[in-house]
């Protein structure tokens, strides 16, 4: 199964999606914060990255571009409360998998995390 690092500053939202991801045989790292998720990428390198958009430290489209510097074929969901038509094009065109809205169903989630690992590097 893939390693997944879940990066949310919320820890219901982590230990949600922990639950749905880990129920479906993967390995799951956590991150509360912009630079403690580009540590943990670059120590356990994941197959895929759930990534919140709204950090107090950094956002996640900043971490994003860390991400892709550190390995240009990063694969990241990006899952925000901020739908708006803006945001989903923003996080579109900075090479993100896809966008997913808060609250995702977990079979939503499960699904595009599926799709994402199937598909291999960006």
């Known amino acids: 199964m893939a390693v997944i690092m879940i990066v949310d500053d ?3 939202t982590r230990r949600t999606h922990r639950r749905i991801i880990e129920s479906a045989g993967h390995t799951v790292h956590e991150a509360t914060s912009g630079m403690a998720a580009i ?3 670059f120590v356990h390198r994941p197959d895929l ?3 919140d958009l709204t950090m107090e430290d950094m956002g996640g489209l900043e971490v994003l571009e860390k991400f892709r510097e550190l390995s240009a074929g990063a694969r990241v969901i990006v899952i925000s409360a901020d739908i708006q038509r ?3 094009q923003l996080v ?3 090479g993100a ?3 997913l809205g808060k609250p995702v ?3 939503t989630l499960l699904a595009t ?10």
């Open 10 to 12: 919320s820890g219901f």
């Open 39 to 41: 540590e943990s990428f």
């Open 49 to 51: 990255v759930l990534l």
């Open 86 to 88: 803006s945001t989903t």
């Open 92 to 94: 579109a065109s900075s």
């Open 97 to 99: 998998y896809r966008f």
């Open 105 to 107: 169903a977990p079979e």
């Open 113 to 122: 995390v599926g799709e994402a690992l199937a598909e291999g590097p960006a």
